[in-house]
């Protein structure tokens, strides 16, 4: 398995590159990769071109991954699949870089709650009747038949509903964990 820090989105709401805001003093992004690297699992951290090299300031370029040229999607899914073209054989383990009070409690459920349901495509959390899919485990095979197809929508939404997906309700008291922060009112205090 392997981790992929969602950081390559546009940000448009919150107005500066969400992954390379601090929290206590470190990388949004930076965050990510450690929850996800504490599961001793590689992370990559998956970036839009015009951020590579930003991001080349702060991490390893063999960690960074830069959407593929040959993708004509935009959205978190051209950011998992662009994960998938640079690593096929493995499943993957997204987190968005903004979600950053994730719980490593609860990643290590999801990876456990995949492992006991190896038939399911997906495996994400459900809070309050909303699908998490940006903190989730994707399989390999189904990435590859997704990448194949010619999908009509490129939502995680539609891409969710072309999986078989496990998911895995959140108490209320974990509720909190899923938290992402996409404008500067939303913003944690440093």
Not at 29 to 34: K, L, Q, R, S
Request: charged share 20%; proline share 4%.
């Amino acid at each position: 398995m392997l981790g992929v820090v969602l950081a390559g989105g546009q940000s448009l709401r919150m107005g500066s590159d969400k992954g390379l805001l601090t929290y206590q003093g470190r990388l949004w992004a930076e965050i990510a990769a450690e929850k996800l690297g504490q599961l001793d699992i590689p992370v990559k951290i998956s970036v839009n071109a015009g951020q590579y090299q930003s991001y080349a300031d702060f991490f390893s370029t063999d960690q960074l991954i830069a959407d593929h040229p040959s993708l004509s999607i935009k959205g978190p899914f051209l950011g998992l699949l662009s994960a998938h073209l640079a690593a096929p054989a493995e499943d993957l383990l997204v987190l968005a870089c903004d979600m950053v009070l994730m719980d490593i409690r609860l990643l290590s459920s999801l990876c456990k709650a995949s492992e006991l349901n190896s038939s399911f495509d997906a495996c994400i959390f459900n809070r309050e009747g909303q699908k998490e899919p940006l903190c989730g485990i994707y399989r390999s095979g189904a990435l590859q038949i997704l990448a194949e197809e010619q999908l009509l929508k490129h939502s995680m939404k539609y891409v969710l509903s072309r999986l078989k997906v496990l998911e895995i309700p959140v108490s209320a008291a974990d509720a909190g964990f899923f938290g992402n922060f996409n404008a500067p009112g939303d913003l944690l205090s440093d």
